[in-house]
């Protein structure tokens, strides 16, 4: 065979090969970013349920966003209360263990006894995917016992730290019987002490069936609350837990929902 020939051959054969292994390469990167834990959206679990919804809010009919926030509970959190009072309005609260629960537990007994929902944010807030099976339970875990101990009641939500989650926090958290829950908007409340601008980022995200999340230990977003509401009654949502977002649907222990 001519030397050009085999060349010319010998190079096909090495870009076949190179595109089988790029081929090979995207199919596994795409494997690994595959979600592999259970997941749906409020609408869809709630469209799927069947029975009526207790209570006076039923989001098959109304234009419902839930109202939530993390990181808590910490001394701006009974200003929010104030708030939410004075509206008539209940939120989920994911309260966190270290320097929240375990420093004010009198708040946490407020949140429950002021009918709000409460969820489990962890003790220590870590990215649950980055510890080991063991690690990840014990930081659930313990927030569900101290939560239990002051209000009486065990969380059956929680909300994983940056909202990493994996299969291994499902299985976790479906042995806990905690449904996991994400969220469709984010002021990153975080970042600013500017209560328009987090108003601002809310109303732009913000769509039907969503769930808001807010941190109310950050100096701006209290603040910003009131002005939020009433934007959004104004456009004509009904603001709700993500327990009454999902209604008639209940929270399934390891599922994911995520609007």
């Known amino acids: 065979m001519p030397f050009i020939k085999r060349t010319r051959r010998s190079r096909v054969l090495i870009a076949a090969v190179a595109a089988v292994a790029a081929a090979l390469a995207v199919a596994l990167t795409l494997a690994l970013t595959v979600t592999t834990y259970d997941h749906t959206s409020p609408r869809a679990a709630r469209d799927k349920a069947k029975g009526g919804v207790a209570g006076s809010v039923d989001c098959r009919k109304a234009k419902c966003v839930a109202l939530s926030f993390d990181g808590g509970p910490s001394p701006t959190t009974p200003a929010l209360l104030d708030i939410l009072k004075q509206d008539g309005l209940h939120a989920t609260f994911f309260v ?5 629960i375990a420093k004010y537990p009198g708040i946490l007994r407020r949140i ?9 944010h962890t ?3 870590p990215r649950l995917t980055d510890l080991d099976e063991a690690d990840a339970r014990h930081e659930l875990q313990r927030t569900q016992a101290a939560i239990e101990r002051i209000t009486g009641e065990r969380p059956v939500l929680m ?3 940056e909202g990493r989650t994996n299969r291994k926090v499902a299985k976790i958290c ?14 990153k409340d975080y970042e600013t002490t500017d209560s328009a601008l987090i108003t601002k980022r809310v109303l732009d995200q913000t769509h039907r069936d969503g769930i808001i999340l807010l941190h109310d230990l950050h100096k701006g977003t209290v603040p910003a609350v009131p002005g939020i509401i009433r934007a959004l009654e104004q456009r004509g949502y009904t603001l709700v837990t993500v327990s009454q977002l999902l209604a ?7 599922m994911v929902y995520r609007p």
């Open 174 to 187: 479906k042995e806990l019987g905690l449904a996991q829950v994400l969220w469709s908007v984010t002021a």
């Open 159 to 161: 909300r994983p730290p």
């Open 248 to 254: 008639p649907a209940k929270p399934q222990p390891g």
């Open 112 to 120: 429950a006894a002021e009918g709000h929902e409460i969820g489990n």
């Open 123 to 125: 003790w220590t807030h």
């Open 96 to 100: 966190q263990g270290r320097g929240h």
